[in-house]
T-cell receptor, first 112, second 113 residues
Framework: DAGVIQSPRHEVTEMGQEVTLRCKPI?????LFWYRQTMMRGLELLIY????????DSGMPEDRFSAKMPNASFSTLKIQPSEPRDSAVYFC??????????FGAGTRLSVL | QKEVEQNSGPLSVPEGAIASLNCTYS??????FFWYRQYSGKSPELIMS????GDKEDGRFTAQLNKASQYVSLLIRDSQPSDSATYLC?????????????FGTGTRLQVTL
């Protein structure tokens, strides 16, 4: 398996624009997680899905953030409108259970 | 109090020495503990898991768990420059309805020649 695949690897956008991050989990993994990593706050869980259903979105910072998982092989994290404080590395991870995490390479987002 | 606490470092050790990385956690009911390694600009990767009190060894790595003191550590023997990375401690924290894997902010390790 190729592992968790994220795209794009880098995104530079202007404040107010919509940003969509994409993730393909490892085949057969029932859990998918979206994390955000910054120097100040470390690795924060934004939302996770089990069998394509959102289970816990308490980490989503505000209504500007939304995530979907239309099928077992694809998920998106959308920020609309984006703000400079959203600049961070966003990781997608998948897992066969609730404990282990297999991380994708991440998307480095810069909002100018 | 943070749920998972680590010293941010950097922790600097000479090549060949033992590196000792420490982590404390707040939830006395936590059952599962993990160490992830993250190279600069890369994603975290799992290197050790531990579930019961005591030591668990895997090659040059030893994880140590003391649930009474709410303390977990990672020892790296014969440290190599390639071990230079940030090490993230992760602990399952009970949220009432479920358990949630919570990461510390990491300790940066530098192995010097």
């Amino acid at each position: 398996d190729a592992g968790v695949i994220q795209s794009p690897r880098h995104e530079v956008t202007e404040m107010g624009q919509e940003v969509t991050l994409r993730c393909k989990p490892i085949s057969g993994h029932d859990y998918l997680f979206w994390y955000r990593q910054t120097m100040m706050r470390g690795l924060e869980l934004l939302i996770y899905f089990n069998n394509n259903v959102p289970i816990d979105d308490s980490g989503m910072p505000e209504d500007r953030f939304s995530a979907k998982m239309p099928n077992a092989s694809f998920s998106t994290l959308k920020i609309q409108p984006s703000e400079p404080r959203d600049s961070a590395v966003y990781f997608c991870a998948s897992s066969p259970g609730t404990e282990y995490r297999y991380f994708g390479a991440g998307t480095r987002l810069s909002v100018l | 109090q943070k749920e998972v606490e680590q010293n941010s470092g950097p922790l600097s050790v000479p090549e060949g020495a033992i590196a000792s990385l420490n982590c404390t956690y707040s939830d006395r009911g936590s059952q599962s503990f993990f160490w992830y390694r993250q190279y600069s600009g890369k994603s975290p990767e799992l290197i050790m898991s531990i579930y019961s009190n005591g030591d668990k060894e895997d090659g040059r790595f030893t994880a140590q768990l003391n649930k009474a003191s709410q303390y977990v550590s990672l020892l790296i023997r014969d440290s190599q420059p390639s071990d230079s990375a940030t090490y993230l401690c992760a602990v399952t924290i009970n949220t009432g309805t479920a358990s949630k894997l919570t990461f510390g902010t990491g300790t940066r390790l530098q192995v010097t020649l």
